[in-house]
């Protein structure tokens, strides 16, 4: 059986010959069915992330449940913990339009929050608004912003489908 310790370095390295090596300070982007999870790179395998007080390690599916609490813990675990059996992947989406804090810099905040309860709310105060908070100093959610325009074209098209309905509705009345 292989020792967790022994994957962070043997593992890591061979999943390292597929993407680049995390660096400290990195966002790490996790696939979890139905939505990302986030966490930032710390260095020696490990990542500082959000999570829910009950959730456990490599959740996967189950850490959907995440999104119905109102409370989150700061949690440094093993990135191979805390992916389980999803995808991830080193993913600074934002750097050309905002200037990463130094690495140290994210690292010690981020440290200094471990074991912190804090508010979680899905739509202002998630993972991902927490890790670009850290990286950049700006708390954003594209994942929040991408459903939300989703919600508003939705909302739109019912709305324009209505109004055709009413239209072909007096037309047909018109008719008759």
Known sequence: MIDKKDWVHGGLALFLVLQPEPKPGDLIEIF??????????????????????????????ASIMSALTERA???????????????????????????PLPPSKIIQQAEELVGQEV?????????????NELRYGIPRSDQVRDAVMVAGFAGAGLAAMGLVGVIVSKYKRQQQ
């Open 32 to 61: 979890r069915p139905f939505y990302r999870h986030w966490a930032i790179y710390i260095g020696d395998g490990y990542v500082i992330h959000l999570a829910p007080p009950s959730e456990i390690p490599g959740a996967g599916v």
């Open 119 to 131: 508010l979680y709310k899905l739509t202002s105060e998630n993972c991902e608004h927490f890790v």
């Open 73 to 99: 813990v700061v949690k440094k675990e093993l990135l191979y913990d805390v992916a389980g059996r999803d995808k991830y992947q080193v993913n600074n989406k934002h750097d050309a339009k905002y200037p």
